[in-house]
């Protein structure tokens, strides 16, 4: 089971991830990448993979060692669970950046490798975003000037 649910995580965020890069002014995929949602697929697959590895995972992230993550993440069960845990997290990081370019306006040719980026090597993506963001300020909302009384 858990070689199929190591094979699914990706297969299950792979559609979300395809609209982002390859479809990013369709209509669909602004409704459907706005909700947090898309992460669901995943997260239910890394808690079918970490429920039953509790006991070996919790010493691991309540007292980290180098030689206890790497015994965990030696296992099965343990890249599993870790490969889950990287793709939920990189979806979710890879949404916001592609929502947050898009009140932007960075355009889509910019975003795709940004977001490959994100994919391959998530923290670099992130990186990269961050980098991008900095060149396409958000531009201010204007208030209404306060009517005078009277």
Do not use: C, K, N
């Not at 559609?15 to 409704?31: D, Y």
């Not at 090597?121 to 991008?132: E, F, H, I, R, T």
């Amino acid at each position: 089971m858990t070689a199929t649910l190591f094979t699914l995580t990706f297969a299950v965020a792979a559609p979300f991830w395809a609209l982002m890069i390859l479809l990013p002014r369709w209509s669909w995929t602004a409704r459907i990448i706005s909700s947090p949602l898309i992460v669901l697929p995943v997260v239910v697959i890394y808690g079918l993979l970490v429920i039953p590895a509790f006991g070996e995972v919790l010493p691991a992230v309540t007292s980290p060692t180098l030689d206890g993550v790497r015994d965990l993440l030696g296992t099965s069960d343990g890249a599993a669970v870790g490969w889950a845990h990287m793709i939920a997290f990189d979806l979710f990081v890879g949404r916001w950046a592609w929502l947050d370019s898009r009140e932007r306006g960075v355009p889509a040719l910019v975003m795709a490798p940004v977001l490959v980026l994100t994919i391959l090597l998530g923290p670099l993506g992130l990186a990269a975003y961050l980098g991008v963001r900095a060149r396409w300020p958000r531009s201010a909302v204007v208030a209404p000037a306060p009517q005078p009384l009277g």
